[in-house]
């Protein structure tokens, strides 16, 4: 079945940086656009950022362009957030999500992870 | 940037129809795609290409899209249906996904 699995999160202070990880299994990651979507405590979804199957496109929310970069390893099956200049409203839970085939819905989600900046 | 809009909440006796709209410019346009989260879970897609069902979700939601409005419909609502839920667009133009804020939907 498939699953998603994030780690990495934690503690961290504001202006450092932290990357978080997501690991796949149960379907054949290298076909698939992933997304990470974060959710702020007691707060809605916001979509973080998008990387294609092959690695070569990616886009960011206005938020957090020029400081976070997505990246994947599709050998490893694990998709990467990579988090500088953290900021105190950068507090969230951090979900991967698989983008459908077809068009730009999340159909698979992790459990999330939760990163925490603060001083 | 495009945005959505939601009411914060809803109510709704158990046994009756809730509705949760969901407004953008030309919403119409969209592909529109819901998503239901229960307290302390990640999202679970609900609605697809505003009327698609996944497989495992129940009948009783359905999707409509037109005009400036989206509208997902929770018809014989249950107890169990009590849960936030949002609406997703990909905005093309700016390669970027949109949320809308959320509808906290309380049954009776």
């Known amino acids: 079945q498939v699953q998603l699995v994030e780690s990495g999160g934690g503690v961290v202070q504001p202006g450092r940086s932290l990357r978080v990880s997501c690991v796949v299994s149960?379907?054949?990651?290298?076909?698939?656009?992933m997304h990470w979507v974060r959710q702020a405590p007691g707060k809605g979804l916001e979509w973080v950022a998008i990387?294609?199957?092959?690695?070569?496109?990616?886009y960011y929310a206005d938020s957090v362009k020029g400081r976070f970069s997505i990246s994947r390893d599709n050998s490893k099956n694990t998709l990467f957030l990579q988090m500088n200049s953290l900021r105190v409203e950068d507090t969230a839970v951090y979900y991967c999500?698989?983008?459908?085939?077809?068009?730009?819905?999340?159909?698979?989600w992790g459990q999330g992870t939760l990163v925490t900046v603060s001083s | 940037s495009y945005v959505l809009t939601q009411p914060p909440s809803v109510s709704v006796a158990p046994g009756k129809t809730a509705r949760i709209t969901c407004g953008g410019n030309?919403?119409?346009?969209?592909?529109v795609h819901w998503y239901q989260q229960k307290p302390g879970q990640a999202p679970v897609l609900l609605i697809y290409?505003?009327?698609g069902r996944p497989s495992g979700i129940p009948e009783r939601f359905s999707g409509s899209n037109s005009g400036n409005t989206a509208t997902l419909t929770i018809s014989r609502v249950e107890a169990g249906d009590e849960a936030d839920y949002y609406c997703?667009?990909?905005?093309?133009?700016?390669?970027?996904?949109?949320f809308g804020g959320g509808t906290k939907l309380t049954v009776l």
């Open positions: 990387i294609s199957n092959d690695g070569s496109e990616n």
């Open positions: 999500a698989r983008e459908s085939v077809v068009t730009v819905y999340f159909d698979y």
């Open positions: 030309n919403i119409g346009g969209y592909s």
């Open positions: 290409y505003d009327s």
């Open positions: 997703q667009v990909w905005h093309t133009g700016g390669h970027q996904g949109v």
């Open positions: 149960g379907f054949t990651f290298g076909t698939y656009a």
